[in-house]
């Protein structure tokens, strides 16, 4: 497996476009994004767990419960939620690019992010859907994932290379996620787009399974989003024998998958609202895997420690704290913690008590732009991973007037 250049177009068959539509009033950010297969694709989707869900995510469950869906239409600008006529907006959308695609409504997946409980107009949509579908190209990946930006200060797309069956398959996403991230069985919104060949059941239970230890490993800020989505077409034109069951080609695909979405989750991490840093909670030595888990989003939430990691300081009682209350079942005297980055290793803690350490070293340490929390329960063999960022001030400016 190798990573290759190319987003959601890396894959055959599949091409993609953004435009600014009118949605935002800032005429140079793109709103309005599209991505198209050339054939029907199995499909699958995740969603936000949030009582409070936007209309597209009802309408995109409702076209994509037969497993099939052939493209994806997504505005940035304004999230179609707590709206009066948020299903009628978001299943005209979907007429409407059908329409000008010469498929079935019914096999195009549809998501909307912004502001939530503000009117959509479906005109400006409307306006700039001919210049969306004649700008398709299979280099469009990078205008694609511009159009679905909000707060995010840079694109965020990825793509592999990796074989089944013999045959040489692509599989490559693109990602907006910079605040209100906290998913519980999904994440901000991220596309994803396959050659491989693979059934509609199959496809939903790797992207279900994968997320378990990919985009639920990650926050930013502690808030779930009412849009959340991730969805994946494959549409089979690598030419493989179709994965219809667990083996060996299963495995490989799944490799793939989580290839790119850990590959996303550090760009949205990294790109957290007012973020400098990206931080990686590894924990190891759990007793079992959801202990592991628990501790690693426990440390990466804590407002405490992105607060300290901002300011480079070493506070490890901040990662001693976020542990003990995580509700995991840990022995505090047994945890060692150590902070890590290209400028070196410092250890700070041992067996639950604090470590003699040099202040200047692990300050180098924590300046980096890449940081990694190192917690050892001693307990057991399980592992686990969580991504998150530092917290800014400039977080509290972006959130302080994000309607404006």
Sequence with gaps: MKVIEGGVCAAKGFRANGVHCGIRKNHSKKDLSLIFSTVPASAAAVYTTNLVKGAPLTVTKKHIANGTAQAVICNSGNANTCNANGI???????????????????DVVVASTGVIGQPLSID????????????????GSGTAAEGIMTTDTVRKE???????????????????????????MATMLVFLTTDAAISPAMLQKALSGDIANTFNMLSIDGDTSTNDMVAILANGLAGNPEVTEE?????????????????????????????????????????????????????????????????????????????????ADVDVH???????????????????????????????????????????????????????????????????????
């Design 124 to 139: 400006p949509i409307a306006a700039g859907l001919p210049e969306l579908v004649a700008g398709l190209s299979d280099n």
């Design 158 to 184: 990825v793509a592999v290379e990796f074989t089944l069956g013999g045959k040489t398959c692509r599989l490559g996403g693109i990602a907006k996620g910079s605040g209100m991230i906290h998913p519980n």
């Design 247 to 327: 083996g060996e080609d299963f495995t490989a695909f799944m490799q793939a998958l989580n290839s790119v979405t850990i590959a996303l989750c550090r760009k949205i991490a990294g790109d957290g609202e007012g973020a400098t840093k990206l931080l990686e909670c590894k924990v190891t030595g759990a007793a079992d895997l959801a202990t592991a888990k628990t501790v690693a989003k426990s440390v990466i939430c804590s407002s405490l420690l992105k607060a300290a990691m901002f300011g480079a300081d070493a506070n490890w009682g901040r990662v001693l704290c976020a542990i003990g209350y995580s509700g």
């Design 334 to 404: 047994k945890v060692d913690v150590a902070f890590s980055s290209p400028a070196g290793t410092v250890a700070v803690c041992k067996d639950g008590a604090g470590l003699d350490f040099s202040e200047e070293k692990a300050k180098q340490v924590l300046l980096e732009k890449e940081i990694e929390i190192l917690v050892e329960l001693n307990s057991g063999n399980a592992a686990s991973t969580a991504w998150g960022c530092d917290l800014t001030y400039d977080y509290v400016r972006i959130n302080g007037d994000y309607r404006t």
């Design 88 to 106: 009628e907006i978001a299943e005209e959308m979907s007429a409407l690019a059908a329409s000008a695609l010469g498929i079935a409504a019914e």
